[in-house]
Each structure stands twice: as structure tokens, then as C-alpha cells.
T-cell receptor, first 117, second 114 residues
Framework: KAGVTQTPRYLIKTRGQQVTLSCSPI?????VSWYQQTPGQGLQFLFE???????NKGNFPGRFSGRQFSNSRSEMNVSTLELGDSALYLC????????????????FGEGSRLTVL | AQSVTQLGSHVSVSEGALVLLRCNYS??????LFWYVQYPNQGLQLLLK??????LVKGINGFEAEFKKSETSFHLTKPSAHMSDAAEYFC????????????FGQGTRLTINP
């Protein structure tokens, strides 16, 4: 069974540009969330999607947005890039957002490393 | 709001020695607690989780953790360290069952000395 796939793995952008990152969850997983990882702030929750609906959003400016498609694949977009957006962006999938034996069990991809110059 | 504090950003132990990584949490409701591990250039992998029931939780790779409500702690241990355990470890908390909105600690980098 293939894991969570994130593309691209590495990218370099300049300030003011925008970027779109893609995430394909594990087959059968309908819930996708995104996290930003930086040396200074650590791992921070961005947003969570289930059945194409945003269920939760972290404390990030509106420049950060996301969406989920009917096949559960997800994208996140960052517009008007700033130097501080340089980070590893991690996508995680889960069977469902509800409880049960899979409670809180997230499967992470290897991340997309964004460098903003 | 919930929060997680990991004591010690770096921990170094000898191969074969006890591994102890400390985690304290703050939560207004009974928490769900997790330990994740991140190897270099990889995503995070779930080691173990506490939701309800037994307070001593066993995970993969010989790790275990004990939930102590009175101490608001969830420390991770392994009796005998192996070179392959070198990685960064993250403690996380969720107040909502099954929620993907986890709050992570700052991480502890574990180094194993031969």
C-alpha cells in the first residue's frame, strides 16, 4: 500500500510569488491535514479537510489556503510568499476524523521543503 | 488551550542504555497523547498513543510511555537504546477524539553513542 505522497519534494521561490503543494493520501483515507515545520516554531497545524470540507484551521494568515478534491487528494496554496514561509510542509492522512481504533493516528508524507529567497 | 512541553531539546545516551524522553502536557479536558518519531529527511511516524484505558502504553520498536494524570506527564522510555533509535521525537496532544489537530512539543533530538 503506497504511503502519503507529497509533490514537489523541494522548491525554491522568491518573495511575492505563490506556491501550490500537492498531497495524495493513502488509498482509502478520507481525512487530510497539513502542518508547517520550522526550526523556530516547530510543528504547527495549518488545516484539516474531510470529504472536501475544511474542518479545522490553525492560526495562519489568509495567504495560506487549501482544498480537497473528491478523490481525497489535497492541495495547499501560499500566496504572496514571505521569507518566513520557508519551511517543511507536511501532509498527513487518516482514515477518518471521527473516533475509533484509529484515533489520532496520522500517516505523514515526507514533506515539501519550501525555500523563499 | 492545550500545550506540550518536552524537557530537553537534545538527549544523548550510550548504546544499550535506558532512553527517557520527558513530556508534560496542559489540557483542560482528558487528553489524547501521542509520541511521533522523525528520521532525517522523512515525515513523522506514530510510535504510540494513549486514548483511554491502560495508562502504560506499548508502541513500536520497544518504546513505551506511561500516562500520569496527577503529574500531567507522558514520558517515553526504552530499556536499551539501539543506534537505529537516533532521531527526533515529538510528543503531541489532542483534546478531540480522532482529531487531526494535534499540538506538538518542540521535539527532542536523541543521539546514541556507540
Amino acid at each position: 500500500k503506497a504511503g502519503v505522497t507529497q509533490t514537489p519534494r523541494y522548491l525554491i521561490k522568491t518573495r511575492g510569488q505563490q506556491v501550490t503543494l500537492s498531497c495524495s493520501p493513502i488509498s482509502g483515507h478520507r481525512s487530510v491535514s497539513w502542518y508547517q515545520q520550522t526550526p523556530g516554531q516547530g510543528l504547527q497545524f495549518l488545516f484539516e479537510y474531510f470529504s472536501e470540507t475544511q474542518r479545522n484551521k490553525g492560526n495562519f494568515p489568509g495567504r495560506f489556503s487549501g482544498r480537497q478534491f473528491s478523490n481525497s487528494r489535497s492541495e495547499m496554496n501560499v500566496s504572496t510568499l514571505e521569507l518566513g514561509d520557508s519551511a517543511l510542509y507536511l501532509c498527513a492522512s487518516s482514515l477518518a476524523p471521527s473516533g475509533g481504533p484509529n484515533t489520532g493516528e496520522l500517516f505523514f508524507g515526507e514533506g515539501s521543503r519550501l525555500t523563499v529567497l | 488551550a492545550q500545550s506540550v512541553t518536552q524537557l530537553g531539546s537534545h538527549v544523548s545516551v550510550s548504546e544499550g542504555a535506558l532512553v527517557l524522553l520527558r513530556c508534560n502536557y496542559s489540557s483542560s479536558v482528558p487528553p489524547y497523547l501521542f509520541w511521533y518519531v522523525q528520521y532525517p529527511n522523512q515525515g513523522l511516524q506514530l510510535l504510540l498513543k494513549y486514548t483511554t484505558g491502560a495508562t502504560l502504553v506499548k508502541g513500536i520498536n520497544g518504546f513505551e510511555a506511561e500516562f500520569k494524570k496527577s503529574e500531567t506527564s507522558f514520558h517515553l522510555t526504552k530499556p536499551s537504546a539501539h543506534m537505529s533509535d537516533a532521531a527526533e521525537y515529538f510528543c503531541a496532544v489532542s483534546e478531540v477524539q480522532g482529531a487531526q489537530k494535534l499540538v506538538f512539543g518542540q521535539g527532542t533530538r536523541l543521539t546514541i553513542n556507540p
